[in-house]
């Protein structure tokens, strides 16, 4: 009777299993084949989607042609299970049920190790705060699908607590297969060589939570039906459990140790098992890899640099170190970036391995602006950590970065050659090493207001040549979208600035599902494809590859850069003004009080004193900012007097400049790179009196 009960519930539970997986399959079919629908109909999409060329299309959600049940005779949820702890094996361990008030210890963004950093320093975390009521109302909206998400686990570990903790019986152990030791080597293999994305997007994870709630329902059916059954076995092991109770046997371990999972139905002597181990909260895993996974698993050195502003504020300057260079290459991402931009799609075309390669010391900046709120005070409120504009940026941040750089190189090639170098703290052509940088939309914005600020109060900026790839500042030529949205932000600005200090997302489990989105739309063209052509029409048309990007590993469920409020509006005053201006504190008194005049500085009237070579890259199809504005920049600088400005133009959208790493872009840069080299005569120089010093000591000692 008992095994007449075991093979009706094994069939009825792959029954259920496989009507659910296809009711799952057919609704995603449908949602796509709705977008499609959509899309055919949209204007304009053939020129928005050239942007996704290299997007990674790989539908991986297909439903069975038999039940699976029946093949090699083990469970679909084995199967299930058993492919997907193969990626689990490799992907970071993170708790996605915490909240962000939890007092355990999150795992560092990509942003990043600053974090790590103040978790082990005095630089303590800062408290979080939730953004009031419209975040309590986002969060009961989709009440519902996080309980979907999130009870399926709690299931699955109430069910099988019980069984983890009592040892199997050797004759009912059965080892991994090697099919699956050998799926997992190449798996992990792969990660090694590659920037591998393991994420699973939301209607995975939706089948996943289906797969296990139906195993864990007919698992306390089994056992009801296995004590009905055989009362006498159930008795002895009551006792048993009792008795090793009373003895002192250790209990459960805690949630992060892996559960074995045992991949076989009731007829299990009957049926192919094969045992895995899975992390139970890998399930809903997100792709939290940082700057220093990419760099290191590529096989490149990495050094991280805390860096703390005048202001408190703390920040991450990484760098691929080369510490005998007398080379220095710094890199500045863009708004809602971070220095993942720059080498997230591999080596092939990154001008961050390729600078690396010809002997450059690289370092790469990430401006303030994250939801982790990196600060030495460490309970600043979210109102007093957003408080910035762009002024910041180029005031605060750069210096800050820059200097950190003087100092780390000036020490390092003072101690690798003591009797060559020659430090000058005010003359950039008697420093020991050569310093350029590359500065992408914002980054470019923020450099040019450091370097104007620096030469105004007459301090070094330390700079040989500045390469700019689509930088803002000016947007009078902008798309009517552009300046929808600025007419709307200088409205709306005083009502909601004291309510929403920035544009990011509060809570970890929507940064979560973002991330998991993203994968989804890449499973499925049609919907992916809807999304990059919304996309693309809030951002005024432009054809970047806006999926790929909000796909980035720094668009994590741990941490995520965000805007503040104030920088939309600078921007936004920018484009009213039709000149490349610093903030406006919207009083004359507050003027005065900044920039000693009633109006805020002209950056643009200030060219005259740039002194160094500068190279600006605009795209044809950019259409964030045109070609026209970074020309703007150009002529400018030449009509004041730059001595040596260029400009150039490419067939590139907005973010085609960093994410999609063109190998034309990469020659371009790098030969631009190429003219600048260590200036070797204060060094021979020095060297000079040096041997003459030594000669003089030896004659008198003669």
Not at 130 to 149: E, M, N, Q, V
Not at 223 to 237: G, I, M
Not at 599 to 628: N, Q
Request: hydrophobic share 40%; glycine share 6%.
């Amino acid at each position: 009777m008992q095994r007449l009960v075991d093979n009706v519930l094994a069939v009825t539970k792959e029954s259920v299993k496989i009507f659910t997986y296809e009711a799952l399959n057919n609704f995603v079919r449908l949602v796509n084949g709705m977008s499609a629908l959509l899309l055919a109909v949209l204007p304009g999409k053939s020129l928005i989607l050239e942007g996704i060329h290299e997007w990674e299309l790989r539908p991986t959600f297909r439903g069975p042609r038999l039940p699976r049940w029946m093949e090699d005779g083990a469970s679909s949820f084995n199967k299930f299970i058993h492919e997907l702890s193969v990626d689990s094996d490799t992907s970071s361990n993170e708790d996605y049920m915490s909240d962000e008030d939890s007092d355990g210890i999150i795992p560092a963004s990509p942003l990043s190790h600053s974090s790590r950093f103040s978790r082990a320093s005095s630089f303590s975390k800062p408290n979080r705060h939730s953004s009031g009521w419209i975040k309590c109302l986002i969060l009961w909206i989709l009440f519902p699908l996080r309980i979907l998400l999130i009870i399926p686990s709690y299931l699955y570990n109430i069910t099988h607590s019980s069984s983890s903790t009592v040892q199997a019986k050797p004759e009912n152990r059965y080892p991994p297969s090697p099919h699956s030791r050998k799926k997992s080597s190449t798996m992990k293999d792969h990660f090694v060589q590659s920037a591998t994305d393991r994420r699973r997007g939301v209607v995975e994870d939706l089948h996943l939570g289906i797969e296990i709630a139906i195993e864990a329902i007919f698992d306390i059916v089994h056992k009801v039906a296995y004590c009905v059954f055989s009362p006498l076995e159930s008795f002895k092991k009551l006792l048993h459990w009792f008795s090793s109770r009373s003895k002192g046997s250790k209990a459960m371990e805690s949630d992060t140790v892996d559960a074995t999972v045992m991949t076989a139905t009731l007829g299990q002597n009957d049926a192919a098992v094969t045992e895995r181990k899975t992390t139970l909260h890998n399930s809903l895993n997100t792709d939290a890899r940082t700057c220093q996974d990419v760099i290191t698993e590529l096989g490149y050195p990495y050094e991280a640099i805390r860096v703390v502003t005048a202001d408190g504020y703390i920040l991450l300057l990484e760098r691929i170190p080369r510490r005998d260079s007398r080379k220095a290459i710094y890199l500045q991402h863009g708004v809602l970036d971070s220095s993942m931009g720059w080498v997230s799609k591999g080596v092939v075309g990154s001008p961050v391995f390729a600078a690396f390669d010809q002997g450059y010391d690289v370092f790469l900046g990430n401006l303030r602006g994250l939801v982790s709120r990196e600060h030495i005070d460490k309970n600043i409120s979210s109102r007093q950590y957003w408080h910035y504009s762009i002024n910041e940026h180029g005031t605060e941040d750069v210096p800050a970065m820059i200097e950190k750089i003087h100092e780390v190189k000036t020490a390092e090639l003072k101690l690798i050659h003591p009797d060559q170098v020659v430090e000058d703290d005010t003359n950039t052509e008697k420093q020991p090493y050569k310093l350029c940088a590359i500065c992408h939309s914002l980054g470019g914005a923020a450099m040019l207001m450091y370097v104007i600020t620096r030469r105004i109060e007459e301090k070094p900026h330390r700079l040989a040549r500045l390469i700019l790839l689509s930088p803002a500042g000016f947007h009078h030529d902008s798309t009517v979208v552009f300046t929808v949205v600025q007419y709307l932000l200088l409205l709306i600005t005083p009502i909601i600035a004291p309510i929403v200090p920035a544009f990011y997302i509060p809570t970890r489990f929507f940064r979560m599902l973002l991330n998991k989105l993203a994968r989804d739309f890449h499973n499925y063209p049609a919907l992916g494809g809807l999304v990059q052509t919304l996309v693309s029409y809030i951002v005024g048309g432009d054809s970047s590859n806006w999926i790929g990007v909000i796909g980035l590993p720094h668009y994590n469920m741990n941490d995520m850069p965000g805007v503040s409020f104030q920088v939309a509006h600078h921007l936004a005053q920018m484009k009213r003004a039709g000149r490349f201006i610093m903030f406006d504190y919207g009083s004359k008194s507050a003027n005065m009080k900044a920039y000693g005049s009633p109006e805020p500085l002209d950056l643009g009237e200030y060219y005259g004193l740039i002194d160094f070579p500068v190279d600006l890259v605009a795209g044809r199809k950019d259409k964030v900012v045109r070609p026209s504005m970074v020309k703007f920049h150009h002529d400018l600088m030449k009509s004041a007097g730059v001595q040596e400005v260029t400009y150039n133009e490419f067939e590139y959208a907005h973010l085609d400049f960093t994410f999609s790493h063109r190998e034309e872009l990469l020659a371009y840069v790098m030969s631009r790179l190429n003219l600048v080299e260590p200036n070797q005569k204060s060094v021979q120089k020095q060297s000079s009196k040096t041997r003459k010093k030594d000669h003089t000591k030896e004659i008198c000692s003669d």
